[in-house]
């Protein structure tokens, strides 16, 4: 039953595409994220329907698709110059087999980042694009959020959905995704048109913050917190009254402490004694490795380099009580450990000029994100939407760009989409500013000449 009804869904918006192109686009942000075919046990899996929908998207667009004053931007330019890169880096990869195999998504991803600009070419576009993002993580973490208000989870144990530790399902991925998009959420209960922002609205967006505030506690994923600081702070450049602010948010975090699983705050308290604990303190060990892995090979070993990799580390704890406490070090030999930071993922995968033009895409954002909205922050009645969802889609940014300092998501799918709106906000702003600002060569006159004498 679960599989007819994933396919009367999918076939229900594959018919609707037909007519209108952009639900194609809409399509594959769904089956991009959420991965019904995962849900699937049989029928899904038969058919690639990630594919059939970028393909679907593609025709379309070029069949149907108004193309008028379409605008390629630099960042485009530099996401198509990082796909080549990428491709360049597989073909000398350290791991030929195992880097085939993620490049098989980071193309997809890379690519559909490329395309989905171009098909935002009005308001309600950029808003539809934006409203089927933040509702379908919200399928993952509704699930997530209810699990752990009613007493589950723990590290490594919440499922999300289905049994899988990839992709958004993993824990700290998905804490980190469900903080960032916390701006976007309250945008829409503010200014939001496809549903006007009603006490229903607004009931909900609430709610699914709240949701998402639970997403660290039930993964708990030191990730999701360190997320949180830095969205307080953020938001800390809109609150009229800032004292007030922070004397809340201090009084509210204190309230919340006993209320928290202990397991949750154990975990928690790592972040200071990260030598205690295996997952963190060989991530040092693990940059350094990269480090010293990039002067010999500048541009990278491609990807899933890290397989190489051999650390040596202490491991520390405390054995006894009071006077009578020792600090013992274990020392510890791990092989093929992960990054853990988008960072020294790409720096090692793909050496210093993948970092560079990852950099320059991701700065080039928030940079571009900062023009717009100080360019419209006194904009008339009409385009008050605007500087709002500017600085939503750069705190999103940053908050995810943060997170990723702690998690190797430099190349996930859902950032790409977040960067292709916010250019897409960038190219629809400026063909509207060139529209506004067109004026006939010779202005009409308002009185008749006067009669020559």
């Known amino acids: 039953m679960r599989d007819l009804a994933f396919i009367a869904f999918l076939a229900a918006i594959f018919a609707l595409g037909f007519r209108r192109p952009f639900i194609f686009v809409l399509a594959y942000v769904y089956i991009d994220v959420v991965s019904p075919q995962r849900m699937s046990y049989f029928l899904l899996n038969a058919f690639p329907i990630s594919a059939m929908a970028v393909g679907f998207a593609v025709v379309t667009w070029l069949a149907f698709d108004d193309k008028k004053d379409t605008r390629f931007a630099p960042r485009q330019g530099l996401m198509l110059a990082l796909l080549a890169y990428c491709w360049w880096t597989t073909t000398k990869a350290d791991f030929p087999i195992d880097a085939a195999f993620k490049w098989d998504w980071v193309w997809k991803a890379l690519a559909f980042a490329i395309f989905l600009p171009l098909t935002l070419r009005t308001k309600l576009r950029i808003e539809a694009l934006l409203l089927f993002m933040l509702l379908s993580v919200a399928t993952i973490i509704i699930s997530g959020g209810l699990k752990t208000a009613l007493g589950g989870g723990g590290y490594g144990q919440l499922k999300l959905i289905v049994d899988n530790n990839s992709g958004l399902f993993e824990g700290s991925i998905i804490s980190a995704v469900a903080i960032c998009i916390i701006p976007l959420i309250l945008w829409f209960t503010r200014y939001g048109t496809i549903f006007p922002p009603d006490w229903r609205v607004k009931l909900f967006g609430y709610a699914l913050i709240f949701a998402c505030l639970l997403m660290p506690v039930g993964t708990e994923a030191r990730t999701g917190l360190v997320c949180i600081a830095l969205l307080a702070v953020l938001m800390l450049r809109d609150v009229k009254r800032r004292m007030l602010y922070v004397g809340g948010a201090a009084l509210l975090g204190l309230a919340a402490i006993p209320f928290l699983p202990t397991a949750f705050t154990e975990r928690m308290g790592t972040i200071r004694t990260y030598q205690a604990d295996a997952s963190a303190s060989t991530r040092i060990e693990v940059w350094k490795w990269t480090w010293e892995y990039v002067k010999d090979h500048p541009f990278g070993g491609g990807f899933e380099a890290y397989r190489q990799n051999e650390i040596k580390y202490d491991k520390v704890s405390v054995v006894g009580e009071g006077p009578n406490v020792t600090v013992v070090r ?38 571009r994100m900062e023009v717009l909205r100080r360019r419209y922050w006194k904009a008339p009645p009409d385009q008050a939407w605007v500087s709002p969802l500017a600085t939503a889609l750069q705190h999103a940014h940053m908050i995810y760009l943060f997170g990723s300092l702690f998690v190797g998501i430099a190349l996930n799918p859902f950032v790409y989409m977040l960067v292709g709106a916010q250019i897409g906000l960038d190219t629809y702003l400026a063909r509207k500013r060139a529209e506004e600002g067109m004026q006939p060569m010779r202005k009409p006159r308002n009185s008749p000449a006067p009669a020559a004498t």
């Open 330 to 367: 274990t020392p510890e030999i791990d092989k093929a450990r992960a990054y853990h930071s988008a960072f020294f993922e790409m720096l090692g995968e793909q050496g210093w000029p993948g970092l560079i033009l990852w950099l320059m895409i991701h700065l080039g954002g928030i940079l």
